[in-house]
């Protein structure tokens, strides 16, 4: 059974740090693009950061939204069978709930381009 799991949402201080992980079973993600959106109350789910998969074109590429680059940093835990996304600096508006989402061949950066997705976690900034 496919299935992804993230992990690692907390409530933190303006500042602070977060680092979520996205748990594969029934595949192994190294093959496998993966993204994470993110969805605030009210708003549509957007796009935070995505790797590529092993698909000899552009291996380990990475892309990040605007608002986050230099704070985020998407990674691969190939030994857990994971892929991670390190927050560093939060600020208020990142508050919002964590997907992980996985496609067996990168199609794009958008919800409908995933096939794959975990069930949320949330993540709070506030003082």
């Known amino acids: 059974q496919v299935q992804l799991v993230e992990s690692g949402g907390a409530l933190v201080q303006p500042g602070g740090s977060l680092r979520l992980s996205c748990a594969a079973s029934g595949f192994v993600l190294d093959y496998y693009a993966v993204a994470w959106f993110r969805q605030a109350p009210g708003k549509e789910r957007e796009g935070v950061s995505c790797?590529?998969?092993?698909?000899?074109?552009?291996?380990?590429?990475?892309y990040y939204t605007i608002s986050v680059r230099g704070r985020f940093t998407i990674s691969r835990d190939n030994a857990k069978n994971t892929v991670d996304l390190q927050m560093n600096s939060l600020e208020p508006e990142d508050t919002a709930v964590y997907y992980c989402?996985?496609?067996?061949?990168?199609?794009?950066?958008?919800?409908?381009?995933?096939?794959?997705w975990g069930q949320g976690t949330q993540v709070t900034v506030s003082s």
């Open positions: 790797i590529s998969g092993r698909d000899g074109s552009s291996d380990g590429t990475t």
């Open positions: 989402a996985a496609v067996s061949r990168y199609r794009g950066r958008g919800v409908g381009d995933y096939d794959y």
